[in-house]
């Protein structure tokens, strides 16, 4: 027996018995879990509907092992039935069932983020044979990570797995790691920073449908929107709902802050909620971020019943989703190489790609060449005689992001945070997540280590670690009032590990085929 699930009413909840292992703080008022030495699940406070103490002391004589306190995971969510799911999953499929082809394709492919390993995969699947070559000692590309020297992992960014992303869900079930994914409750919690150290929150209904169950959520948020502001929002919004993908697409042009004053809708929408998305988004402002991005994710939030739900990996990135697409790869044939940057493109007289030289020497020849690195690294390698062609001169207006992850390990556990997301809403901070709570790998029932993503990062990239993580306590202070202060002289840091990346990808799945 792995697990036993209990839930009540949440209105029972306050005249019930919280059993908890030491100061662990109840990390939902939800849902609850029972579980035993050796589960997989993961999680918080323990609670049974038992009034008096003769009931509990049953129940301790009576369960062996003792007791944990672990972290609840929700059921993963009915994605398989959606239309998006079904065409992903065909398309997928479609590698599988086609016609071998009587001459496999030698493939190379320049980088092992997920975008390489995934165009691995499916060109295996298709029976040809990809060769992957990433520059570093690491898989994942923008979701690496390593391990430090006491044990404990730090990663290149805080990462999500939403509900709306059909084809990364279909490549966790291909896999057979779906039960990899850790689903949390169906919310979006923001802080309030005119409140330190309050939250509020959109709460999806598990029985409405889409669109019902997003309007919802915004209706019954009071807090961070007034009912006028709601409303000319909606408003705002009902061109983007009748004109569909070819009114999106229109908007690229349009930041999103023009966009709101262009519709009519109050600044103060933007300030208050639409920061936060830019930021979790793309690591920009709204005054920067094109419109087309945020209407591309809100269709598929409020299209999708699911489609905002999240979920977290259940452990680092580069073992946990990384080594099974590359087992995956080589189970088939193809072949993965770490320590393998690419010095050159070398050509043939006519223009097309010969080989790629590597840093080594080595020199690595295929059939066909694919570029799944961050543009600015394909920008430094493109042939003089390229730079000319229409095609690779729009590279020009590509420009990557900067962004920042800090980690910090704190020698108590906070107690004013949840098992989920959260959204800073802070000038410096974008998103962050207590990954003592919210990820299996990292539990820790005693000290809280918070991952946060520290952008917009144009600013700060060149700055100093300890100057970085003193500003990052600085806003802490403001979400954490009663616990941290910039001094330390609350809750104090254990250790930190500061991630730079320079430029990062407007575009996360950047594919150039060069033939």
């Known amino acids: 027996m792995s697990a036993l699930n209990l839930s009540w009413h949440s209105k029972s909840l306050d005249s019930q018995v919280a059993l908890r292992c030491g100061a662990y703080p109840t990390c939902s008022h939800q849902t609850n879990a029972l579980a035993f030495r050796g589960s997989e699940s993961m ?68 980088g092992a983020g997920l975008a390489g390993l995934s165009t691995a995969k499916y060109l295996a699947d298709a029976g040809h044979k990809p060769i992957l070559l990433e520059a570093r000692d690491v898989l994942g590309g923008k979701v690496a990570a390593w391990k430090d020297d006491d044990g404990d992992w730090y990663e ?46 959109f709460d999806f209904p598990e029985v409405l449908p889409a669109p019902l169950n997003g309007i919802l959520a915004i209706l019954k948020n009071n807090e961070m929107l007034t009912w006028p502001e709601k409303v000319k929002f909606a408003i705002g919004l009902l061109p983007a709902i009748v004109g569909g993908q070819a009114y999106v697409e229109a908007q690229d042009g349009l930041s999103v802050q023009e966009w709101m004053r262009k519709q009519g809708v ?6 208050e909620v639409f920061i936060a998305m830019s930021k979790a988004l793309n690591f920009i402002n709204p005054d920067e971020l094109s419109m087309q991005c945020i209407l591309i994710a809100l269709n598929r939030f409020l299209q999708e019943k699911h489609g905002s739900k999240m979920a977290f990996l259940d452990g680092n990135p580069p073992e946990r989703l990384c080594m099974p697409i590359v087992d995956h790869i080589q189970s088939r044939g193809g072949e993965v190489k770490l320590n393998s940057r690419i010095k050159k493109i070398e ?29 600015d690294t394909l920008k430094l ?33 906070l107690k004013n945070t949840y098992d989920h997301l959260l959204f800073s809403r802070s000038p410096l901070l974008s998103v962050y997540a207590d990954m003592s709570l ?17 952008a917009p ?33 609350k809750a104090k840091i254990v250790k930190y590990h500061v991630v730079k990346t320079p430029r990062l990808d407007c575009k996360p799945l950047h594919l150039e085929i060069l033939h």
Not at 157 to 179: K, M, R, S, T
Not at 444 to 454: G, R
Not at 476 to 484: G, H, N
Request: proline share 8%; charged share 25%; glycine share 6%.
């Open 43 to 110: 999680g918080h406070s323990l609670k049974f509907p038992f009034g008096n103490s003769s009931a509990k002391t049953r129940l301790r004589n009576h369960i062996r092992p003792p007791l944990r306190v672990v972290c609840v995971d929700y059921p993963r969510p009915d994605l398989d039935n959606t239309v998006n799911f079904l065409e992903a999953a065909l398309l997928s499929s479609s590698f599988r069932s086609s016609p071998r082809p009587a001459k496999p394709l030698n493939v190379v492919i320049a």
């Open 266 to 271: 109050p600044d103060r929408v933007t300030t």
């Open 156 to 201: 290149t960014g805080l990462h999500i797995f939403f509900g709306a992303y059909p084809n990364v869900q279909n490549l966790f079930g291909e896999l057979g790691i779906n039960d990899r994914l850790q689903w949390k409750e169906h919310s979006m919690i923001f802080a309030m920073p005119n409140k330190p150290g309050e939250f509020s929150r």
């Open 438 to 454: 919210t990820c299996k790998e990292y539990y820790d029932p005693n000290k809280s280590m918070l991952e946060l993503v520290f």
């Open 457 to 489: 990062a144009e600013e700060w990239i060149s700055r100093s670690d300890s100057e970085i993580i003193d500003a990052t306590m600085g806003e802490l202070a403001k979400l954490f009032p009663d616990e941290i202060s910039a001094d330390q002289s």
């Open 347 to 375: 050509l043939n007289d006519d223009g097309t790609v010969k080989s790629f030289l590597l840093n080594t020497g080595d020199v690595i020849e295929g059939d066909v060449y694919v570029f799944a690195t961050p543009v």
């Open 381 to 413: 390698l493109l042939p003089d005689n390229w730079k000319e062609i229409p095609y690779f001169k729009k590279l020009e207006k590509l420009v990557g992001v900067p962004v920042i992850n800090v980690h910090i390990w704190f020698d108590r556990k």
